[in-house]
Protein backbone atom coordinates (compact mmCIF):
# COMPACT_ATOMS: atom_id res chain seq x y z
CA UNK A 1 0.00 0.00 0.00
CA UNK A 2 2.62 2.47 1.02
CA UNK A 3 4.63 1.85 -2.74
CA UNK A 4 1.14 2.59 -4.41
CA UNK A 5 0.65 5.72 -2.04
CA UNK A 6 4.29 7.10 -3.62
CA UNK A 7 3.69 6.12 -6.93
CA UNK A 8 0.17 8.14 -6.43
CA UNK A 9 1.75 11.27 -5.16
CA UNK A 10 5.03 11.24 -7.23
CA UNK A 11 2.52 11.10 -10.55
CA UNK A 12 0.88 13.91 -9.04
CA UNK A 13 4.06 15.99 -7.84
CA UNK A 14 6.03 15.29 -10.72
CA UNK A 15 5.19 17.77 -14.19
CA UNK A 16 7.95 19.13 -15.52
CA UNK A 17 11.24 16.79 -15.67
CA UNK A 18 14.23 17.54 -17.66
CA UNK A 19 16.70 14.69 -19.29
CA UNK A 20 20.43 15.43 -20.16
CA UNK A 21 22.36 13.10 -22.05
CA UNK A 22 25.14 14.08 -24.50
CA UNK A 23 23.30 12.07 -26.53
CA UNK A 24 20.05 12.70 -26.50
CA UNK A 25 18.12 13.87 -29.42
CA UNK A 26 17.77 17.83 -30.01
CA UNK A 27 14.24 17.91 -31.25
CA UNK A 28 14.57 21.75 -32.01
CA UNK A 29 17.24 20.40 -35.06
CA UNK A 30 15.83 18.90 -37.86
CA UNK A 31 18.89 16.04 -38.25
CA UNK A 32 16.43 12.70 -38.18
CA UNK A 33 16.44 9.93 -35.76
CA UNK A 34 19.21 8.10 -35.56
CA UNK A 35 18.10 4.50 -34.12
CA UNK A 36 21.48 3.10 -33.75
CA UNK A 37 21.97 5.86 -30.67
CA UNK A 38 19.57 3.90 -28.20
CA UNK A 39 19.65 7.33 -25.79
CA UNK A 40 18.05 9.25 -28.70
CA UNK A 41 15.12 6.93 -29.21
CA UNK A 42 15.04 6.64 -25.33
CA UNK A 43 14.61 10.81 -25.12
CA UNK A 44 12.04 10.53 -27.79
CA UNK A 45 10.50 8.06 -26.25
CA UNK A 46 10.15 9.81 -22.52
CA UNK A 47 8.92 13.01 -24.33
CA UNK A 48 6.29 11.49 -26.20
CA UNK A 49 5.27 9.72 -23.07
CA UNK A 50 5.34 12.56 -20.42
CA UNK A 51 3.26 14.48 -22.86
CA UNK A 52 0.80 11.67 -23.22
CA UNK A 53 0.15 12.10 -19.27
CA UNK A 54 0.02 15.50 -19.34
CA UNK A 55 3.26 16.23 -18.15
CA UNK A 56 6.03 18.10 -19.75
CA UNK A 57 9.98 17.05 -20.38
CA UNK A 58 12.77 19.12 -21.63
CA UNK A 59 15.14 16.93 -23.67
CA UNK A 60 18.84 18.19 -23.31
CA UNK A 61 21.94 17.14 -25.28
CA UNK A 62 25.01 18.34 -23.17
CA UNK A 63 27.93 19.96 -23.99
CA UNK A 64 31.11 20.71 -21.96
CA UNK A 65 30.66 24.63 -22.92
CA UNK A 66 26.87 24.56 -20.76
CA UNK A 67 28.94 24.59 -17.63
CA UNK A 68 30.10 28.01 -18.26
CA UNK A 69 26.81 29.53 -18.77
CA UNK A 70 24.64 30.38 -15.68
CA UNK A 71 21.84 31.48 -17.86
CA UNK A 72 21.58 28.06 -19.51
CA UNK A 73 21.97 26.32 -16.24
CA UNK A 74 19.41 28.16 -14.81
CA UNK A 75 16.99 26.94 -17.70
CA UNK A 76 18.01 23.72 -17.08
CA UNK A 77 17.09 23.45 -13.67
CA UNK A 78 14.24 26.34 -12.73
CA UNK A 79 10.92 25.03 -11.96
CA UNK A 80 12.20 21.26 -12.47
CA UNK A 81 10.49 18.66 -10.10
CA UNK A 82 12.32 15.65 -11.59
CA UNK A 83 16.10 15.73 -13.36
CA UNK A 84 17.15 12.73 -15.29
CA UNK A 85 21.08 13.10 -15.44
CA UNK A 86 23.47 10.27 -17.71
CA UNK A 87 26.53 9.85 -15.30
CA UNK A 88 28.76 10.05 -18.27
CA UNK A 89 28.50 13.37 -20.09
CA UNK A 90 31.37 12.79 -21.89
CA UNK A 91 33.04 8.65 -21.85
CA UNK A 92 34.64 8.76 -18.75
CA UNK A 93 35.76 12.21 -18.35
CA UNK A 94 32.25 12.84 -18.45
CA UNK A 95 31.86 11.55 -14.51
CA UNK A 96 32.90 14.91 -13.47
CA UNK A 97 30.77 17.67 -15.45
CA UNK A 98 28.00 15.18 -14.06
CA UNK A 99 28.95 15.76 -10.69
CA UNK A 100 29.22 19.25 -11.23
CA UNK A 101 25.78 19.45 -12.46
CA UNK A 102 24.36 17.47 -9.52
CA UNK A 103 26.15 19.89 -7.76
CA UNK A 104 24.00 22.89 -9.23
CA UNK A 105 21.04 21.28 -9.17
CA UNK A 106 21.52 20.25 -5.41
CA UNK A 107 21.98 24.21 -4.91
CA UNK A 108 18.38 25.04 -6.02
CA UNK A 109 16.33 24.42 -3.23
CA UNK A 110 13.16 23.80 -5.24
CA UNK A 111 14.34 20.77 -6.60
CA UNK A 112 13.34 17.53 -5.03
CA UNK A 113 14.82 14.86 -6.99
CA UNK A 114 17.86 13.66 -9.22
CA UNK A 115 18.05 10.77 -10.82
CA UNK A 116 21.40 9.72 -12.03
CA UNK A 117 20.43 7.49 -14.93
CA UNK A 118 22.72 5.55 -16.45
CA UNK A 119 23.67 2.44 -18.21
CA UNK A 120 27.49 3.08 -17.23
CA UNK A 121 29.71 -0.05 -17.16
CA UNK A 122 30.79 1.65 -13.69
CA UNK A 123 27.01 2.13 -12.34
CA UNK A 124 27.90 0.30 -9.03
CA UNK A 125 30.40 2.70 -8.16
CA UNK A 126 28.69 5.77 -8.67
CA UNK A 127 27.66 6.12 -4.70
CA UNK A 128 31.44 6.07 -3.80
CA UNK A 129 31.96 9.30 -6.38
CA UNK A 130 29.18 10.98 -4.76
CA UNK A 131 30.54 10.17 -1.26
CA UNK A 132 33.72 11.64 -2.41
CA UNK A 133 32.24 14.58 -4.25
CA UNK A 134 30.07 15.87 -1.24
CA UNK A 135 32.20 14.45 1.44
CA UNK A 136 32.92 18.28 2.35
CA UNK A 137 36.45 16.90 2.62
CA UNK A 138 39.82 18.00 1.04
CA UNK A 139 43.08 16.74 -0.84
CA UNK A 140 44.45 17.44 2.67
CA UNK A 141 41.79 15.52 4.67
CA UNK A 142 41.47 12.49 2.50
CA UNK A 143 45.81 12.29 2.44
CA UNK A 144 45.71 12.33 6.00
CA UNK A 145 42.84 9.11 5.96
CA UNK A 146 45.25 7.27 3.41
CA UNK A 147 48.12 7.72 5.88
CA UNK A 148 46.44 6.83 8.99
CA UNK A 149 45.10 3.22 6.36
CA UNK A 150 48.12 2.70 4.82
CA UNK A 151 48.74 -0.75 5.69
CA UNK A 152 45.56 -1.53 3.56
CA UNK A 153 46.37 -2.08 -0.30
CA UNK A 154 44.37 -0.49 -3.01
CA UNK A 155 41.78 -3.08 -3.11
CA UNK A 156 41.63 -4.26 0.05
CA UNK A 157 38.10 -2.84 1.00
CA UNK A 158 36.60 -2.83 -1.96
CA UNK A 159 34.65 -5.81 -1.48
CA UNK A 160 32.78 -4.25 1.64
CA UNK A 161 31.56 -0.66 0.94
CA UNK A 162 28.87 -1.90 -1.11
CA UNK A 163 27.09 -3.92 1.55
CA UNK A 164 24.39 -4.01 4.00
CA UNK A 165 25.10 -2.50 7.42
CA UNK A 166 25.11 -5.60 9.06
CA UNK A 167 27.48 -7.21 6.83
CA UNK A 168 29.78 -4.00 6.79
CA UNK A 169 30.26 -4.01 10.49
CA UNK A 170 30.86 -8.14 10.23
CA UNK A 171 33.44 -7.10 7.07
CA UNK A 172 35.09 -4.34 9.26
CA UNK A 173 35.70 -6.49 12.57
CA UNK A 174 37.10 -9.30 10.47
CA UNK A 175 39.54 -7.17 8.79
CA UNK A 176 40.57 -5.05 11.84
CA UNK A 177 39.48 -1.74 11.12
CA UNK A 178 40.19 0.62 13.80
CA UNK A 179 37.11 3.31 13.18
CA UNK A 180 38.20 4.75 16.61
CA UNK A 181 41.75 5.49 14.82
CA UNK A 182 39.54 7.56 12.14
CA UNK A 183 41.75 10.87 11.79
CA UNK A 184 38.94 13.54 10.63
CA UNK A 185 37.68 14.14 14.39
CA UNK A 186 34.08 15.89 13.03
CA UNK A 187 32.98 12.23 11.34
CA UNK A 188 33.70 10.21 13.92
CA UNK A 189 30.48 9.88 14.91
CA UNK A 190 28.97 9.06 11.59
CA UNK A 191 27.83 5.68 10.63
CA UNK A 192 30.85 3.21 10.27
CA UNK A 193 29.46 2.25 6.24
CA UNK A 194 29.87 5.76 5.57
CA UNK A 195 33.28 6.04 7.03
CA UNK A 196 34.96 2.86 5.32
CA UNK A 197 33.57 4.07 2.24
CA UNK A 198 35.38 7.28 2.39
CA UNK A 199 38.82 5.31 3.85
CA UNK A 200 38.12 2.82 0.46
CA UNK A 201 38.04 6.48 -1.16
CA UNK A 202 41.04 7.49 0.46
CA UNK A 203 43.01 4.83 -0.81
CA UNK A 204 41.79 5.15 -4.65
CA UNK A 205 41.99 8.93 -4.37
CA UNK A 206 43.02 9.32 -8.46
CA UNK A 207 40.17 7.64 -9.19
CA UNK A 208 37.65 10.02 -7.76
CA UNK A 209 36.35 14.00 -8.09
CA UNK A 210 36.71 16.29 -5.44
CA UNK A 211 34.60 19.78 -5.71
CA UNK A 212 36.39 22.88 -7.18
CA UNK A 213 35.59 24.25 -3.69
CA UNK A 214 36.08 21.25 -1.00
CA UNK A 215 35.33 23.79 1.84
CA UNK A 216 31.71 23.94 0.41
CA UNK A 217 29.34 21.77 3.66
CA UNK A 218 26.61 19.28 2.42
CA UNK A 219 24.33 17.20 4.98
CA UNK A 220 24.64 13.65 3.60
CA UNK A 221 22.97 10.66 3.93
CA UNK A 222 23.47 7.36 2.57
CA UNK A 223 19.54 5.98 2.88
CA UNK A 224 20.79 2.50 1.15
CA UNK A 225 19.99 0.78 -1.84
CA UNK A 226 22.32 3.14 -3.84
CA UNK A 227 20.28 6.51 -2.87
CA UNK A 228 20.81 9.26 -0.61
CA UNK A 229 19.57 12.69 1.12
CA UNK A 230 22.17 15.22 0.19
CA UNK A 231 21.12 18.26 1.72
CA UNK A 232 17.16 18.52 1.05
CA UNK A 233 17.91 16.74 -2.22
CA UNK A 234 16.68 13.17 -2.78
CA UNK A 235 19.60 12.19 -5.23
CA UNK A 236 19.60 7.87 -6.58
CA UNK A 237 20.86 5.77 -9.30
CA UNK A 238 19.09 3.76 -11.61
CA UNK A 239 20.00 2.38 -14.54
CA UNK A 240 18.45 3.08 -17.93
CA UNK A 241 15.67 0.65 -19.43
CA UNK A 242 15.21 1.28 -22.39
CA UNK A 243 12.70 -0.19 -23.29
CA UNK A 244 10.45 -0.06 -19.76
CA UNK A 245 10.67 3.49 -19.27
CA UNK A 246 9.42 4.60 -22.34
CA UNK A 247 5.85 4.20 -20.14
CA UNK A 248 6.45 7.23 -17.45
CA UNK A 249 3.93 5.13 -14.72
CA UNK A 250 6.98 2.04 -15.19
CA UNK A 251 9.63 4.97 -14.88
CA UNK A 252 7.77 6.26 -11.72
CA UNK A 253 7.25 3.07 -10.07
CA UNK A 254 10.42 2.15 -9.89
CA UNK A 255 11.59 5.44 -8.64
CA UNK A 256 9.18 5.37 -5.73
CA UNK A 257 10.15 1.71 -4.90
CA UNK A 258 13.72 3.29 -3.98
CA UNK A 259 12.23 6.59 -2.32
CA UNK A 260 9.94 4.40 0.04
CA UNK A 261 13.32 2.49 0.84
CA UNK A 262 14.40 5.58 2.97
CA UNK A 263 13.28 6.34 6.24
CA UNK A 264 12.60 10.00 5.84
CA UNK A 265 10.21 8.99 2.95
CA UNK A 266 7.09 9.71 4.29
CA UNK A 267 8.09 13.20 5.88
CA UNK A 268 9.43 14.09 2.10
CA UNK A 269 5.89 12.69 0.56
CA UNK A 270 3.97 14.71 3.08
CA UNK A 271 6.26 17.98 1.98
CA UNK A 272 5.52 16.68 -1.92
CA UNK A 273 1.68 16.11 -1.60
CA UNK A 274 1.41 19.68 0.26
CA UNK A 275 3.19 21.14 -2.43
CA UNK A 276 0.63 19.50 -5.00
CA UNK A 277 -2.12 21.36 -3.17
CA UNK A 278 -0.78 24.35 -3.48
CA UNK A 279 0.08 23.89 -7.08
CA UNK A 280 -3.19 22.49 -7.91
CA UNK A 281 -5.21 25.25 -6.10
CA UNK A 282 -6.87 27.46 -8.74
CA UNK A 283 -5.39 30.76 -6.80
CA UNK A 284 -3.93 31.22 -3.92
CA UNK A 285 -5.66 34.60 -2.47
CA UNK A 286 -9.24 34.08 -2.30
CA UNK A 287 -12.46 36.42 -3.05
CA UNK A 288 -13.04 37.65 0.88
CA UNK A 289 -9.66 39.69 0.25
CA UNK A 290 -10.50 40.58 -3.57
CA UNK A 291 -13.53 42.31 -2.01
CA UNK A 292 -10.95 45.20 -0.68
CA UNK A 293 -8.90 47.10 -3.19
CA UNK A 294 -5.13 48.24 -3.13
CA UNK A 295 -6.09 51.89 -1.48
CA UNK A 296 -7.38 50.06 1.64
CA UNK A 297 -3.84 48.29 1.73
CA UNK A 298 -2.24 51.04 1.51
CA UNK A 299 -3.87 53.33 3.53
CA UNK A 300 -3.22 50.63 6.06
CA UNK A 301 0.23 50.81 5.13
CA UNK A 302 0.11 54.43 5.59
CA UNK A 303 -1.59 54.33 8.93
CA UNK A 304 1.05 52.30 10.32
CA UNK A 305 3.88 54.22 8.87
CA UNK A 306 6.35 51.11 9.11
CA UNK A 307 6.82 48.63 6.31
CA UNK A 308 8.54 46.08 8.54
CA UNK A 309 6.12 46.38 10.34
CA UNK A 310 3.05 46.21 7.78
CA UNK A 311 5.15 43.52 5.96
CA UNK A 312 5.04 40.92 8.77
CA UNK A 313 1.32 41.81 8.88
CA UNK A 314 0.44 41.15 5.34
CA UNK A 315 2.90 37.80 5.94
CA UNK A 316 0.73 36.89 8.32
CA UNK A 317 -2.17 36.84 6.00
CA UNK A 318 -0.38 34.67 3.35
CA UNK A 319 0.17 32.78 6.03
CA UNK A 320 -3.21 32.07 7.11
CA UNK A 321 -4.46 31.46 3.66
CA UNK A 322 -1.90 28.92 3.43
CA UNK A 323 -2.91 27.39 6.90
CA UNK A 324 -6.62 27.45 5.25
CA UNK A 325 -6.09 25.43 2.54
CA UNK A 326 -3.56 23.18 3.73
CA UNK A 327 -6.47 22.83 6.66
CA UNK A 328 -9.33 21.92 4.48
CA UNK A 329 -6.94 19.26 1.93
CA UNK A 330 -7.66 15.57 1.97
CA UNK A 331 -4.02 14.12 2.05
CA UNK A 332 -3.89 10.65 1.06
CA UNK A 333 -0.80 9.89 3.65
CA UNK A 334 -3.68 10.90 6.51
CA UNK A 335 -6.12 8.56 5.81
CA UNK A 336 -6.87 6.29 8.28
CA UNK A 337 -6.90 3.30 5.88
CA UNK A 338 -3.52 4.19 4.59
CA UNK A 339 -2.17 5.03 8.23
CA UNK A 340 -3.44 1.52 9.91
CA UNK A 341 -2.13 -0.55 7.47
CA UNK A 342 1.60 1.86 7.94
CA UNK A 343 1.18 1.26 11.80
CA UNK A 344 0.45 -2.47 11.47
CA UNK A 345 3.66 -3.01 9.13
CA UNK A 346 5.62 -0.61 11.71
CA UNK A 347 4.52 -2.12 15.02
CA UNK A 348 7.40 -4.68 15.30
CA UNK A 349 9.77 -2.01 14.53
CA UNK A 350 11.16 0.41 17.36
CA UNK A 351 12.54 3.58 16.54
CA UNK A 352 16.25 4.61 18.06
CA UNK A 353 16.16 7.32 20.63
CA UNK A 354 18.20 9.45 17.35
CA UNK A 355 14.90 9.22 15.45
CA UNK A 356 12.70 10.35 18.25
CA UNK A 357 15.41 13.21 19.08
CA UNK A 358 14.89 14.23 15.04
CA UNK A 359 11.27 14.46 15.42
CA UNK A 360 11.56 16.35 18.52
CA UNK A 361 13.93 18.57 16.87
CA UNK A 362 11.37 19.28 13.33
CA UNK A 363 8.60 19.90 16.39
CA UNK A 364 10.61 22.61 18.32
CA UNK A 365 12.74 24.22 15.97
CA UNK A 366 13.81 25.80 12.01
CA UNK A 367 16.49 27.08 11.49
CA UNK A 368 15.91 31.19 9.69
CA UNK A 369 18.09 31.65 6.69
CA UNK A 370 17.60 34.44 4.45
CA UNK A 371 16.28 33.47 0.79
CA UNK A 372 18.77 36.00 -0.46
CA UNK A 373 22.32 35.74 0.30
CA UNK A 374 22.72 39.63 0.97
CA UNK A 375 19.28 39.27 3.48
CA UNK A 376 20.92 39.66 7.34
CA UNK A 377 18.47 38.51 9.63
CA UNK A 378 17.65 40.80 12.70
CA UNK A 379 17.55 39.11 16.24
CA UNK A 380 13.90 37.90 16.92
CA UNK A 381 11.95 36.09 18.99
CA UNK A 382 12.58 32.59 19.44
CA UNK A 383 16.46 32.83 18.24
CA UNK A 384 18.90 30.78 20.02
CA UNK A 385 22.20 31.13 20.14
CA UNK A 386 26.04 28.98 21.57
CA UNK A 387 28.01 30.40 23.69
CA UNK A 388 31.43 29.16 25.43
CA UNK A 389 31.42 25.63 26.52
CA UNK A 390 27.75 24.82 26.99
CA UNK A 391 25.77 27.79 27.52
CA UNK A 392 22.78 28.45 25.11
CA UNK A 393 20.86 31.68 24.99
CA UNK A 394 17.27 31.81 24.25
CA UNK A 395 15.88 35.44 23.24
CA UNK A 396 12.48 35.98 24.98
CA UNK A 397 11.55 39.24 24.11
CA UNK A 398 8.42 40.67 22.87
CA UNK A 399 8.35 40.64 18.88
CA UNK A 400 7.06 44.11 18.88
CA UNK A 401 9.90 45.25 21.12
CA UNK A 402 12.77 42.89 18.55
CA UNK A 403 11.18 45.13 15.73
CA UNK A 404 11.85 48.27 17.78
CA UNK A 405 14.95 48.01 19.79
CA UNK A 406 15.49 51.49 20.43
CA UNK A 407 12.12 51.47 22.49
CA UNK A 408 13.79 49.15 25.02
CA UNK A 409 17.57 50.53 24.89
CA UNK A 410 18.68 47.85 23.04
CA UNK A 411 18.33 45.84 26.12
CA UNK A 412 16.79 42.40 25.41
CA UNK A 413 15.42 39.74 27.67
CA UNK A 414 17.00 35.86 27.61
CA UNK A 415 16.81 32.63 28.73
CA UNK A 416 19.98 31.38 29.70
CA UNK A 417 19.85 27.36 29.31
CA UNK A 418 22.64 24.77 29.11
CA UNK A 419 23.26 21.35 27.19
CA UNK A 420 21.43 18.21 28.41
CA UNK A 421 23.08 15.12 28.56
CA UNK A 422 21.36 12.45 29.08
CA UNK A 423 19.01 11.69 25.88
CA UNK A 424 16.74 8.83 27.04
CA UNK A 425 16.59 11.25 29.93
CA UNK A 426 15.39 14.18 27.93
CA UNK A 427 13.18 12.06 25.94
CA UNK A 428 10.97 11.40 28.91
CA UNK A 429 10.89 14.65 30.36
CA UNK A 430 10.28 16.21 27.27
CA UNK A 431 8.68 19.92 27.60
CA UNK A 432 8.03 19.40 31.22
CA UNK A 433 11.67 20.09 32.55
CA UNK A 434 11.72 23.42 29.46
CA UNK A 435 13.88 21.18 27.67
CA UNK A 436 14.70 21.95 23.40
CA UNK A 437 16.17 19.33 21.04
CA UNK A 438 18.21 21.33 18.95
CA UNK A 439 19.28 20.72 15.54
CA UNK A 440 23.22 20.68 16.06
CA UNK A 441 22.31 17.15 17.90
CA UNK A 442 22.06 18.56 21.12
CA UNK A 443 19.31 19.20 24.21
CA UNK A 444 19.62 22.34 26.09
CA UNK A 445 17.95 22.84 30.03
CA UNK A 446 16.63 26.42 29.78
CA UNK A 447 16.46 27.20 34.07
CA UNK A 448 17.95 25.98 36.64
CA UNK A 449 19.41 22.95 37.24
CA UNK A 450 21.17 23.42 40.22
CA UNK A 451 19.14 21.26 42.12
CA UNK A 452 20.87 18.42 40.76
CA UNK A 453 24.29 18.30 42.59
CA UNK A 454 26.73 15.82 42.59
CA UNK A 455 26.10 13.30 45.66
CA UNK A 456 29.96 12.46 48.08
CA UNK A 457 30.20 8.86 47.84
CA UNK A 458 33.01 7.34 49.90
CA UNK A 459 34.90 3.82 48.77
CA UNK A 460 34.46 0.80 50.33
CA UNK A 461 37.30 -0.78 51.61
CA UNK A 462 36.35 -4.10 49.87
CA UNK A 463 36.12 -2.64 46.21
CA UNK A 464 38.85 -1.66 43.85
CA UNK A 465 39.67 1.35 42.41
CA UNK A 466 37.52 0.58 39.20
CA UNK A 467 34.69 -1.18 40.83
CA UNK A 468 34.35 2.42 42.78
CA UNK A 469 34.95 4.28 39.82
CA UNK A 470 31.58 1.86 38.50
CA UNK A 471 29.57 2.19 41.42
CA UNK A 472 30.28 5.73 41.53
CA UNK A 473 29.12 6.91 38.33
CA UNK A 474 26.05 4.51 38.71
CA UNK A 475 25.24 6.18 42.12
CA UNK A 476 25.88 9.73 40.30
CA UNK A 477 23.39 8.54 37.18
CA UNK A 478 20.91 6.88 39.53
CA UNK A 479 20.80 10.21 41.64
CA UNK A 480 20.26 12.76 38.72
CA UNK A 481 17.40 10.24 37.13
CA UNK A 482 15.83 10.35 40.44
CA UNK A 483 16.23 14.49 41.14
CA UNK A 484 15.10 15.42 37.23
CA UNK A 485 12.11 12.45 37.95
CA UNK A 486 10.67 15.55 40.93
CA UNK A 487 10.44 17.88 37.73
CA UNK A 488 8.35 15.70 35.48
CA UNK A 489 4.91 17.91 36.79
CA UNK A 490 6.76 20.65 38.05
CA UNK A 491 8.96 22.92 36.18
CA UNK A 492 12.32 24.19 36.46
CA UNK A 493 12.93 28.24 37.61
CA UNK A 494 13.81 30.38 34.96
CA UNK A 495 15.22 33.65 35.30
CA UNK A 496 15.43 36.20 32.56
CA UNK A 497 18.52 37.71 32.05
CA UNK A 498 18.82 40.94 30.27
CA UNK A 499 21.40 41.56 27.79
CA UNK A 500 22.28 44.92 26.10
CA UNK A 501 22.40 43.72 22.07
CA UNK A 502 24.75 46.77 20.15
CA UNK A 503 23.87 45.25 16.94
CA UNK A 504 20.48 43.15 16.35
CA UNK A 505 21.56 42.16 13.39
CA UNK A 506 23.52 38.83 12.74
CA UNK A 507 26.33 39.04 11.03
CA UNK A 508 27.99 35.43 9.11
CA UNK A 509 25.35 34.11 12.00
CA UNK A 510 27.49 35.61 15.30
CA UNK A 511 26.06 38.77 17.45
CA UNK A 512 27.48 40.23 20.29
CA UNK A 513 25.41 40.93 23.43
CA UNK A 514 27.15 42.39 26.61
CA UNK A 515 25.85 41.22 30.13
CA UNK A 516 24.80 44.37 32.09
CA UNK A 517 23.70 42.31 35.31
CA UNK A 518 27.45 41.47 36.13
CA UNK A 519 28.61 42.49 39.33
CA UNK A 520 32.42 43.38 39.73
CA UNK A 521 34.22 44.58 42.53
CA UNK A 522 35.12 48.04 43.40
CA UNK A 523 38.14 48.68 41.44
CA UNK A 524 38.42 45.65 39.31
CA UNK A 525 36.25 46.47 36.44
CA UNK A 526 37.52 44.79 32.83
CA UNK A 527 34.90 45.85 30.44
CA UNK A 528 36.58 43.55 28.35
CA UNK A 529 35.15 40.75 30.46
CA UNK A 530 31.65 42.38 29.50
CA UNK A 531 30.60 41.24 26.69
CA UNK A 532 30.82 37.79 24.36
CA UNK A 533 30.39 36.29 21.12
CA UNK A 534 27.61 34.07 20.66
CA UNK A 535 26.25 32.10 17.49
CA UNK A 536 22.60 31.64 15.70
CA UNK A 537 21.64 28.31 16.30
CA UNK A 538 18.06 27.97 15.39
CA UNK A 539 14.34 29.69 16.17
CA UNK A 540 12.18 27.71 18.18
CA UNK A 541 9.14 27.84 17.24
CA UNK A 542 6.03 30.30 18.78
CA UNK A 543 4.47 27.72 20.78
CA UNK A 544 7.43 26.62 22.66
CA UNK A 545 9.43 29.99 22.88
CA UNK A 546 6.17 31.61 24.44
CA UNK A 547 5.65 28.45 27.10
CA UNK A 548 9.43 29.24 28.49
CA UNK A 549 8.67 32.98 27.88
CA UNK A 550 5.47 32.77 29.92
CA UNK A 551 6.91 30.31 32.63
CA UNK A 552 9.99 32.83 33.18
CA UNK A 553 8.12 35.85 33.59
CA UNK A 554 5.82 34.34 35.73
CA UNK A 555 2.58 34.45 33.64
CA UNK A 556 -0.29 32.30 34.01
CA UNK A 557 -1.20 31.29 30.47
CA UNK A 558 -0.50 27.44 29.26
CA UNK A 559 0.73 26.52 25.61
CA UNK A 560 0.75 22.84 24.63
CA UNK A 561 2.82 21.10 22.61
CA UNK A 562 3.68 17.84 21.31
CA UNK A 563 7.17 16.06 22.15
CA UNK A 564 7.55 12.27 21.67
CA UNK A 565 7.88 10.57 24.81
CA UNK A 566 9.16 7.52 25.89
Not at 392 to 421: H, M, R, V, W
Request: charged fraction near 30%; proline fraction near 2%; aromatic fraction near 12%.
Amino acid sequence: MYNKKAFEILNSSITNAIFIDEKAKEFYSETPLNSDVAEEKLSLDLFNAFKKNGKNLTVHRFEKSNLDDPNLIDYLFKGKDLILLDWELAGLSGQEYSLELLQRAIGAPYINFCCIYSSSANFNEIPLFLDAFFSGLSEENFESIKNQYEHFEVNDLRDGVNLDDETVVKFIKENDIDLDAFPIEYLKGKSKVFLLRLIHVALNRSKFFLPKHSEVKYEILNTGDNSFMINNTFVLTLKKDFGEDSDIGSLLKRISEIITKNKGSFFQLLGLEMQSVFNSNERFIDETILKSSTEALFKLRNHINNDRTFGTIVKKLLIEQATLKLRTAKLGLLESVFLDSKSEELKSREPTQEDLFQLNVFYNSVTVRGLHPDNIPNLNFGDVFKGEGKEYYLCITALCDCYFPDKIQSNFYFAKGTEFDNLGLALTLGDTAFLSFLPNGKVVLWGDAEMVKKIKIKKSEDETDEQFELRKELEYLRFEADAYKKFLYKPFFIKPKVYNVENNKLINNKMRIWDITNKYKEDKINQNLNYFDVEYITTLRDDYTQRISNHAFGHPARVGVDFVKV
